[in-house]
Each structure stands twice: as C-alpha cells, then as structure tokens.
C-alpha cells in the first residue's frame, strides 16, 4: 500500500468508527476507558520492551538527555498512563447535555445538543504519554482519533496505540476508535492535513514549525498550540509583595511551560522600589533578567541589556525580559505588539486600571492580582486537558472534555410548515 | 500600491479598527449602526447610479435575468437595506455577556466572558444588500469587517461600503471598521486568506468553487457555507398527511434557497399510499420527480427515472429525487452519504425510530415532523443571519450575532501563586 492510500485507508476506518463511537452510552464508553486501561498494565513488558528499542535509538542519534527522559518511560510511568485513563473515565461525560432550548410560537421545540467532532487528528512529538492521554479523551467524548506522533518514539507509539486497541475492541468499542499512523515518513502529516473528508480537526501539538507545517496545508479546522509569550504588568497603583510573589512564581515555578511569564512591565512610579526587592528575590531564585536601561540602571549591573529579540522570546528557562512603562497603555501596547495572546496579568489595587486591562488585552487567559500559571485544564477544573489553544475559534485557552464536542440542532415539531 | 500591499494595507487597517470596535458599549455601536443606515438613505441617489453602472455592464456581459435581478436596487431596496440595519442596531448585544462564571478552592474567579473575534472576511457573490447586511452585523458584534464582493457588483458594493463608512466615521466609529476590498482582481482572494495575521476569521459565501478555493488558501478558521442537499424521511408509521405537507412545504414554499429539500426517502410499506397522494399534490405543485424504480412503478410514469448523480444534486429548482428504503436505517444511510450534513427530517408517530434519527443523522439540524425549511437564523428567533454552517466547529447550522463572537478567560484573584 502506498503511503496515500494508507493514510486515506485510516481516514476512512476512524470514519465508520466515529459513527459507531457517536452513539455509545457513558457507561459503554467508559468500560472501554477501564479495559483500556487494563490492556496498558497487562502490555507493560511490551511497551517497555518497545520504549528500550526507541530510546536506544535515540541515544545512537545523540537526542539530548532533556528529551531522552521525556522520551523514557518506566513500569511507574505506565501505570501513571494507565491511572490517567481511568481518571479520565471518571469524569463526567459531556455528549448529550443540551446547551441550550427554547420552544418557537409555532410550537417547534429547538435543543442545542453537545455531540462529538467525529474525526479528530492529533500530531504531537516526543512523549509517547501523549498516544494515551489524547485518545482516551477523544474516545471520552465520542471521537475517533488518528494520531502521528513523533518518529523517536515511533515502537512505543505502536506498543500504546496496540494496547488501547485491543481493550476499545474487549470492551466492544470499535477496534479503529484509536489509530495511529504507522510510519515515520513526514509526508503522513501533510496527507493528514488535506483529508478533511475523513478528519474533522487536526491538533498539532509541538514545536512552531509543526504547527506551521499543519496550517499550511491544512483543509480542515486547526485548533493551534502556539506558544506563549506571557507577560505580567506590575502596575503603580500594585501591592508590591503580591507582584514580586506573582513574578516569582510565573517565572520559576515551572518555566519551561507556555504559561509562565517571559516578560515583566513594570511601571516607571514603582519601578526602584520593585527591582530593588523583587529583582533581587528573582536573582536569588536563579533568574537572569533582561533589561532595558531603567532596569539595568535600578539594578546597578545585575541585570543584562534586553535586545529587541528578547521582548518576542519564549525563553523556556529562568531569563526574564524587564521593561520599565510610563502607563498602563504602554503595557497593553507592548503586549499586544510582542505577547501571543496567551496569560497576561496585571498586578494592581486600582479596579478601574484593572478592568481597562481585562477588557483590552487580546488574550486567551488574562489575570488580575493572579499568577499566569493557572492557565491550565485542572486548575481551572476541567478534570483533564488536551492543550492550550492560542486560537480564537471553537477553543481558546485550557480545552477539556466539552472543546472536544460540538452541537446539533434537534427540532421536534407537530407538523410544523413555513408560511 | 501593488496588490499585495493594497490588501496588507486593508488588513492593518482593519486590526486597528478591531481594537478601537471592541471596547466600545452597546449604546456606542448602536448610534454608529444608526447612523450608518441613515447615510444609506442620504446616499441613496449615488448607490443607485453606481448600481446603474454594474447592471448596464452586467447586460452587456450577457447575465441571466435571475443574477440581474438579484444585482439590481431600487429606491425601495435601499430604503430595506437601511431599515435592515436599523433593526440589528435593535438587536441584544453578546459583547460583554458572561458565558459562565466559577471560583475556585483557591478563591480564583474565573469568568468565561463574550467577546467580539476581531477581523472578519467575508467573501461573497452578487447581491449588493450583503454587503451592508454582514458589514452591519460585524459592527454589532464589534469585529471589523474586509468584505470581498462579486466583480458584478463593484460600483454598487464601493457605494455602499463608503456610505456606511461616513455612517461609522460621523458617530465616532473607526472609519476603517467595514473596509471594501475595492479590486476585482481575483488574487486578492488569495492574499486574503493567506492574511492571518490581520484577519481572524473568513466566511465564504458563494458557490461551491469559490468555498473551495478560499479552504485552500486559508491559514485562519474557514466558515463554510456549502450547499444543503437535504431530505425528508417518510416513515412507515408516518402521519401520512403531515409528511405531505412538509415535503410539499420543504420542496415548494422557496426551492432555490439551501434549506428546501432535494430528496423524499419513504418507507416501503406507505411508499404507494404516499405517493398516490402526496405525489400527485407535488406534480400539481410543478414539481418534476426523479425517482428509482419503484417510486417510477407507483406513480405510473409521471416520474422520470432518477439517474445515481439525481441523489448527490442541489436541484435549486422544482424537482425532487425519491426513494423507497425498507427500513429506517436505510434512510441513514442514504442521508450520510448522499446528504449535506445542512437539515433533514423524519415524519413518523413512532418516538423511538424518532430518536433514533435525531441522534444518528450527522447534520446541523435533525427535525422530526417539521419543515426543513426552519433553518434560518429568524426562524431560529436570533433575529439576524450571517448564513448557514455546514461546518462542524465554532458554528454549525443558522450564525446570529453569538456565532460572531469568541470568548476569552477573565481571571480576578487576590495574590494566588500556584503551588
């Protein structure tokens, strides 16, 4: 088969598959989660055995030893994948609530009802967790999945996908619910992208040129992962230790994720008084900032001259860019001309400044007196989360359980006729 | 100014307008609407020459009666056009709107709130009226609008579009909130959907090879608005009199329009009873029949023999495609591969094979003993339409003035870091 008709031969089994998956009960969808789960624990030595193979290769080709534990897994982390699923069981199921309905004066009763997307293709790389947490949410909700992950973890991949397989069709899913694409061949993502008659929506979750990659030639919908440019805006009017304990946490907590900050705006009536106690608490914590010359002037040397890349950087790592600001519109300015519409945060006691703040910045998460780093499906209480969209449409932010569905209109009538 | 630049120039332009357009109140956008419509009035002596202009070329470039009908405005036309918008100033606001609100344990407010997209292409064909009825509704939502209209209608477009700019300019409205692509150059269609930086969002409206042109072009999400194949399912336990009644109602109350039907399935053991009666009403209605052999057998050669590409057809026109199926599950079938995903009905006293039909038919609207001919953002009750999705996401079915808005997170704490 070639690579064409194998891709379109996935397209079109995760498409039967959809429709039967679409009609399953909670209770039917869920024993397949738990089989599922079951298949993961008793394919331990399986997937490890096929994890070994992937990682030895990855340490022939030199990966570094970041991506190599995130690469590895262990007899822990396989049954972390499988606690996983079964949480995911657990949750509530979204397909079947109506959102909203209302009777018309003719009579007709009209129901906005949450149901599956159908098809959703997800492109990841790297972590071979991703094959299980992202089918077993799409299975949750109604979905057929064709995944493509990456080609260093490939063996794993296949020994996952196979597990989850095998427990979707014990438990009398469909056996094509979950389907991965086999092949490392990077022309597969660009087949995927133009079968929107088998795929509904396409998540690539991964690095900028991945995306780039999928919305060039994407047909379909593109819920985008892009990454985040985060800022927080210590205001004149800021309590000074919330915004130093703010700035420290989005920074350091965890600062290799989209949602800690990559960038401080601090504004010029409190700028001395910030630096001099929460630049040094940043320094402490390992921070390298980034200044502009009202920065490096406060911290006397501490801190290096910002270059203009650093205001559109995402850092990934303990340097933050600091920039002193007139107002609170300079700080808007600058984060909608350098952000990625992502977490932003003002830190203020002002509420007038605060709402300004909210109501103007383009973002998908934005904070008042609150870390960025709460951007997040379980801390925002979804229970589980598939990733963090920077798109506008469909899903925005943290996407649970319901931006995995859409709607119908059900209409029942009595015989209802337009006049 | 090179067209590339030319289009650049329209989307920058547009973005500062989103900017300005989503910070104002209701009353703000109101005023502006108001206004607008009163310079379509004022205006009205030079929409109507430069009409003149694009229906005199039109004649002389041979257009059929129909698309110079639907190209040509009146006194009377323009005066609908203007009270038109006066109606949408009338309209509830969604900007603003909580969508849903939460704390958490923490203490963190999370408030889930409406908010206008941003910039909104809209690329149509022919009818001028579209180019102040999407213009208008962007405006109330707060989204600016670049509106690409048929080459046909240019003069009468640039005229309107200037009117309503003087509208939104006079009442403090950005001038640049409904900008006109003012070439008939068809790159420009490209360069639009190639422009995701400036314009978030493109709805399409048009015919199935200017759809598909702008999906492959587009970076940004895609509003499609593709035909509606759509059908009536007449069931064996069907109130015989109400299934004729919607078939005649959904086929010859309006047929050129997405929503009216283009096949009738029915259940063999009523097809001969339905058929005697009800198809006489629909040939006495005009309508000319294609249907396979046993419908052919029952009417008695008063139906042509369907041809298999009379299934797969948007007739637009008096004629209906029809079927006997021996089961409900056929009928299905028949709608999932053939259909439009867009409306489709059962007619049946029987709820159970009801339900069935509502939850298996993978269309925007399912109705059950009602006219297809409901899908229709007024008869929806949301008082105005953008058109009608046949997607799946961000909206599916009739688009009111909800479906132009987005979301965004809008968090309020008192100093929480996450742990």
Known sequence: ????????????????????????????????????????????????????????????NG???????????????????????????????????????????????????????????????????????????????????ILRGGSEAIDSNLAIAAALSRGAARAGLPADAILLVPTTDREAVKLMAGMDRFIDMIVPRGGHSLIEAVVAAARMPVIKHYNGICAVYVDKEADLDIARNIVINAKTQRPGVCNAIETVLVHRDVAEAFFKNGGSALLENGVQIRGDEAVCAILEGKALPAKEDDWNTEFLDLILAARVVDSVDEAIDHIESHGSHHSDCIVTKNPEIAERFLNEVDSATVYWNASTRFTDGGEFGFGAEIGISTDKLHARGPMGLEELTTYKYQIRGTGQVRE
């Open 1 to 60: 088969m070639d690579l064409k008709e194998l891709i379109y031969d996935l397209g079109r089994r995760a498409r039967a598959a959809s429709k039967q998956l679409a009609q399953l009960s909670s209770e039917q969808k869920n024993a397949g989660l738990l089989a599922m789960a079951q298949e993961l624990i008793d394919a331990q030595a399986e997937i490890l055995a096929a994890n070994a193979r992937d990682v030895a290769r990855a340490k022939a």
């Open 63 to 145: 990966l570094s030893s970041a991506m190599l534990d995130r690469l590895t897994l262990t007899p822990a982390r396989v049954v972390k994948m499988a606690e996983g699923v079964r949480q995911v069981a657990a949750l509530p199921d979204p397909v079947g609530q109506a959102i909203s309905q209302w009777t018309r004066p003719n009579g007709i009763l009209i129901s906005k009802i949450r149901v599956p997307i159908g098809v959703i293709g997800i492109i990841f790389e790297s972590r071979p967790n991703v094959t299980s947490d992202a089918a077993v949410l799409c299975t949750k909700t109604g979905n057929a999945t």
